[in-house]
């Protein structure tokens, strides 16, 4: 079964710093791998989704890697702003289709 | 606009009560999900619907149905809330494309579930 950690559980920068949030997941057989932002009391928003024959995906200030090998993700946020304040979760899909499992999440505090 | 409709926003209900949760989508999307979040924990998957096709999870509780009528609407079913079932209740959509492939899940703004 798919296991999905991330690390640190809580991040407190300041503003304008460029900053790594890492995920890491045990099954390397995953197909592919989203980042989310959820904002307290809130539902999900995807930022990137790494298909299955992708290696990164970029928008904006945000970039995310997925190395299946290692069984590592990373989320690179530059020049981090207070906005971005929010949880950040990863979730891996299996090939069955979507069948997603989430991290724990990384708390991201930017502080002006 | 709203995208991934979730109603109501707040639901009281009382221990053993049936509840029932709703999810709307205006994205013609083939694909509908139910995730349980409780308090500081990360969103896990009850069940998903790829077109009329339901896929339980195995750990789901037999307590926890759910409905997709058509296309747009799916319902989350929960026939005899206990206190441990209070939690926010989190609808997505995705397009399944071919395979395995599909696109970004979109999230409504979910169902916080109280239990007295």
């Known amino acids: 079964k798919q296991e999905v950690t991330q690390i640190p559980a809580a991040l407190s920068v300041p503003e304008g710093e460029n900053l790594v949030l890492n995920c890491s997941f045990t099954d390397s057989a995953i197909y592919n791998l989203q980042w989310f932002r959820q904002d307290p009391g809130k539902g999900l928003t995807s930022l990137l989704l790494i298909q299955s024959s992708q290696r990164e995906q970029t928008s904006g200030r945000l970039n995310a890697s997925l190395d299946k090998s290692s069984g590592r993700s990373t989320l690179y946020i530059a020049a981090s702003q207070p906005g971005d304040s929010a949880t950040y979760l990863c979730?891996?899909?299996?090939?069955?289709?979507?069948?997603?499992?989430f991290g724990g999440g990384t708390r991201l505090m930017v502080k002006p | 606009d709203a995208m991934v409709i979730q109603n109501p926003r707040y639901q009281v209900t009382q221990f053993g009560k049936p509840v029932t949760l709703s999810c709307s989508q205006t994205?013609?999307?083939?694909?509908m999900y139910w995730y349980q979040q409780k308090s500081s924990q990360a969103p896990k998957l009850l069940f998903h619907?790829?077109?009329?096709?339901?896929?339980n999870e195995a750990d789901t509780p037999d307590n926890f149905q759910s409905r997709r009528p058509n296309t747009s609407f799916c319902f989350l079913d929960i026939r005899s809330p206990g206190l441990g079932d209070a939690a926010m209740y989190l609808c997505?959509?995705?397009?399944?494309?071919?395979?395995?492939?599909?696109?970004?899940?979109?999230f409504g703004s979910g169902t916080q579930l109280s239990v007295l």
């Open positions: 619907y790829y077109d009329k096709d339901f896929n």
């Open positions: 997505a959509t995705s397009r399944r494309t071919g395979g395995a492939d599909y696109e970004k899940l979109f």
């Open positions: 979730a891996g899909g299996n090939n069955a289709g979507n069948m997603l499992t």
């Open positions: 994205l013609n999307h083939n694909v």
